[in-house]
């Protein structure tokens, strides 16, 4: 099948429609309750250490990548490590990469069409100005390894949409596709276009005002998407999956309610994460699924369901059967961290009484 795999950024637990009704993204919450939502889905505490664990099947500790990269580090993911996106090239997919890196950008061989992308429109860093595209004083959005100013004064998220758009109307209905997602909202900076703010007139509170704001943006996006996929013919089997890097935090407007902790922590509002599945593969659909699973899985599974075998060495397990059936998750346990730098460790188990 095609492969459509959404990473919301610093979403939290009650920032979807389908955990806190006061959320409005129609399309995304159309697609959630037609597929499987995920209840037990877990990823790192922040940014770099979750798109490693997504992109790896392994956890950060073992790699070294257990903190964000910042601008001034001249490091990156490992250049040993087979990413997903080259595994699915083995397999005959196209692979297309739009929106945040943030796995090391110092030197070229760090960067997304160097690790198995054709193709990446983005940013390499942690985070930039929606509008100017400006990260840390400089321009840092990308057409490859070309960056690109064409796009000031364009909301990220809309610009992001129509690469999209473009990427989907060229693609070749032959081969299947792998179209990585990892958007921009709703990390800080707050800005969203003004209409989307109207909706919300009523929160007194500005940083959730804005947070709201752009969730709807990104539903918005997210809909130009499928839409596209439909156009192509591409969307009857396309298997799309979206989650959020990490648990969003609530200084900057987010909520995890009722979850414990935030961004940056190992509690469950730091962790765990609103996500699902939608594709007509999955053989049961329009359920909750309950199973514990982890960023580390997204690779074995993608990799199996778009007909590889799994790799020796990995932390990840293939989910595969039981996201689609509703059987048994095979995961009963996951290191959230061990980090002697910073005196943080944390395994989660389950316990079965």
């Given amino acids: 099948p095609h492969i459509l795999l959404i990473v919301a950024d610093d979403l939290g637990w009650s920032d979807v429609s389908w955990n806190n009704p006061n959320v409005v993204m129609p399309n995304l919450h159309t697609l959630a309750t037609t597929g499987v939502i995920f209840n037990q889905t877990y990823c790192q505490r922040l940014c770099t250490p979750s798109r490693t664990a997504l992109l790896t099947g392994k956890f950060p500790y073992r790699l070294g990548m257990q903190r964000p990269i910042r601008h001034k580090k001249a490091h990156g993911l490992p250049l040993d490590e087979e990413l997903l996106p080259q595994k699915l090239k083995k397999l005959g997919y196209a692979t297309h990469m739009i929106g945040k890196w943030h796995l090391g950008c110092c030197k070229w061989e760090y960067t997304p069409t160097e690790r198995g992308f054709d193709s990446f429109y983005g940013y390499h860093r942690g985070s930039q100005d929606y509008y100017t595209h400006m990260s840390d004083g400089g321009l840092d959005f990308w057409e490859g390894k070309t960056a690109i100013s064409d796009q000031n004064g364009v909301y990220s998220t809309e610009s992001f949409a129509t690469r999209a758009e473009n990427i989907i109307s060229q693609h070749d209905p032959n081969t299947p596709l792998f179209l990585y997602l990892p958007l921009q909202p709703v990390h800080t900076p707050h800005q969203v276009p003004s209409s989307y703010l109207q909706t919300f007139s009523t929160i007194q509170d500005h940083n959730r005002k804005s947070i709201l704001g752009m969730v709807a943006a ?113 995961r009963t346990e996951f290191v959230y961290d061990i980090d002697s730098r910073q005196d943080r460790y944390g395994i989660r188990y389950v316990v079965k009484v």
């Fill in 218 to 330: 990104l539903d918005d996006a997210i809909k130009r998407v499928t839409d596209a996929l439909q156009g192509k013919g591409l969307w009857n089997n396309t298997l799309t999956i979206f989650m959020s890097d990490n648990g969003g935090d609530y200084l900057d407007g987010q909520s995890n309610w009722p979850l414990r902790g935030a961004k940056g922590t190992v509690w469950e509002g730091g962790t765990r994460v609103p996500a699902f599945a939608h594709g007509n593969m999955l053989e049961r659909t329009g359920y909750t699924y309950h199973g514990m699973m982890h960023g580390v899985d997204i690779l074995p599974t993608l990799v199996s369901v778009a007909g590889g075998t799994e790799d020796a060495g990995l932390d990840g397990k293939n989910m595969w059967q039981s996201i689609s059936t509703g059987a048994e998750s095979p």
